[in-house]
């Protein structure tokens, strides 16, 4: 599970864009925000190959859940003509995927002070999934070619019921207990 939210703003007044002659007043704001829970549920089987070693296999059933936001908004007032200049900038990602994966062990006591185990995990078998997009930029006011010309920009794309294809890697742990007493 992970939750992270961040927003940032602040006002300044000056030479802040160079695109912008003269002074100006500008205010900006980033905001972030950022969520994931995945969720295992496993059944697992274990093996004592003899009295200091084991084997063990589980397999997980993965409920994951993905939530993205991405705001930027940047506004500056040209003081000396009153031109106004904006920029917009937000991304907005949510999916829902479901699947399978395979955790196998191995573990042996050494002596009664010394452990050792090891895992491999194998990469989740998609079993489903559905997403939404939302993407949206904005740019007003600016000359960004130095033509002469404001380059206004206007995309808007929005897209529901996505096919979720999520990629995992296989990973490996190693352990090592050391019991001081």
């Known amino acids: 599970?992970?939750?992270?939210?961040?927003f940032f703003r602040t006002e300044?007044?000056?030479?802040?864009?160079?695109?912008?002659?003269?002074?100006?007043?500008f205010v900006g704001q980033v905001e972030l925000d950022s969520k994931i829970n995945d969720l295992w549920l496993g059944i697992t089987w274990a093996y004592k190959?003899?009295?200091n070693s084991s084997l063990g296999a589980?397999?997980?059933?993965?409920?994951?859940?993905?939530?993205?936001?991405?705001?930027?908004?940047l506004q500056a007032?040209?003081?000396?003509?009153?031109?106004?200049?904006?920029?917009?900038?937000?991304?907005?990602?949510?999916?829902?995927?479901?699947?399978?994966?395979?955790?196998i062990g191995y573990a042996v006591d050494f002596s009664k002070m010394v452990?050792?185990?090891?895992?491999?995990?194998?990469?989740?078998?998609?079993l489903g999934g559905r997403g939404d997009f939302v993407t949206q930029e904005f740019l007003?006011?600016?000359?960004?070619?130095?033509?002469?010309i404001n380059d206004d920009i206007f995309i808007a794309n929005?897209?529901?019921?996505?096919?979720?294809?999520?990629?995992?890697?296989?990973?490996i742990g190693i352990g090592l207990g050391l019991n001081s007493g």
């Open 115 to 126: 452990s050792f185990g090891i895992t491999l995990t194998t990469p989740k078998v998609n």
């Open 12 to 25: 300044e007044k000056g030479e802040i864009i160079e695109n912008i002659p003269g002074d100006e007043a």
């Open 49 to 51: 190959i003899n009295k």
């Open 77 to 103: 007032l040209s003081i000396d003509n009153n031109n106004v200049a904006i920029f917009n900038n937000s991304r907005k990602i949510n999916y829902k995927s479901y699947g399978l994966l395979w955790k």
């Open 140 to 148: 007003t006011g600016i000359d960004t070619t130095g033509d002469g």
């Open 158 to 171: 929005a897209q529901d019921g996505l096919k979720v294809k999520s990629k995992d890697p296989w990973s």
């Open 58 to 73: 589980t397999m997980f059933a993965s409920y994951l859940t993905n939530e993205k936001f991405f705001d930027m908004r």
């Open 1 to 6: 599970s992970f939750d992270f939210d961040s």
